[in-house]
């Protein structure tokens, strides 16, 4: 029994693919299947009811010029918890967001520590910019500031050959991801090219983010070694006008770039179709804005994955990945709402009716 405000949820409350309930109670911010007795002040929400969405690949504290002031990051938050995104993983950011995990009213961060890049190769202001020598020692230095996850640039563009290139030689590459596995941490890369995946795959590497380079040719291997991949669609939709600013400059570049994003949606569905596990995330920070989530769950399915595994892509397939609960008997009340059955059509998940985070209707 409980003296504090149950929340009574129904409709139909998808707990996963196959396990869809008539209702679930909020008690003390947690999630249970039986009516709590004697509750008296009950609220009622009703529609359909999703576990909190997972943005797999956002940025908190990072804005376009690097590290931000913490209002700016908890705007960032918040615009994410209106679109429903409860669970971030964070894939790199140079700002301290400690402080983010005391707030029941923000999502949940998983942290990959700040994003390790070779010298002058990433954005500026972004990453730590080292040099291989220095990459075991900066990767278990991230290892333990994070919550499980290491964040690499795998390529970029190098300068001197005007094109992307990859950062890092396999052997730095081999001894870094081996550290952070010593140390109970996952790896991921970005990496937009075809060149960087066959060295940081064959490492041992546990995830890649965009992979826009992956071709028929590696794919076999990703799916022997289990490597997941976040493609960030809606930021892969900016390549054009990327390469366009940049033509001038370094025309193979651009021309790179423009041929990575056409075969985009080609790319994920080869990979889905394959076998890669694929999961939802935005991008948000740095460049684009926070709360993409319903976009990105929309471009996965123009891609040609079918809806209800996209939908998994950021709920239960999510949450399993990263091993956080979903709606579980017992588990924090993190959960969204909506008017109309999403599984039926992704494009609900635009518009939330209710955002449920730690129990409590936050939106
Ligand atoms: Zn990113």
Known sequence: MSDHAVLHVKGRVVVGPEDVRDELWVVDGRISYDRPGGARDVRTVEGWALPGLVDAHCHVGLGAHGPVEPDVAEKQALADREAGTLLIRDAGSPSDTRWVDAR???????????????TRRYLRGY??????????????????????????????????????????????????????????????AHCFAENSLRDLVESGIDCVEHA??????????????????VPTLVNIATFPGLAAGGEAKFPRWAAHLRRLHARRYDTVRAAYDAGIPVFVGTDAGGTLPHGLVAAEVAELVTAGIPPLEALSATTWGARAWLGRPGLDEGAPADLVVYDTDPRADVRVLAAPRRVVLNGTVVS
């Not at 999502?107 to 070779?118: D, E, L, Q, T, Y």
């Not at 333990?144 to 990859?166: N, S």
């Not at 826009?212 to 991949?229: K, N």
């Open 104 to 118: 029941d009213d923000l999502p949940k961060i998983i942290r990959a520590g700040r994003h390790i890049a070779r």
């Open 212 to 229: 826009t380079g992956l071709t028929d040719e590696l794919i076999p291997l990703f799916v022997e070694r289990g490597v997941t991949i």
């Open 127 to 188: 990453a730590h910019e080292i040099e291989p020598a220095d990459l075991v020692a900066y990767v278990a230095r991230e290892a333990r500031r994070g919550d499980g996850w290491v964040k690499l640039v795998g390529d970029w563009i190098d300068r001197e050959v005007g094109d992307l290139a990859p950062s890092w030689p396999r052997d730095a590459v081999e001894a870094a991801i081996a550290e952070a596995h010593r140390l109970g941490a996952r790896v991921t």
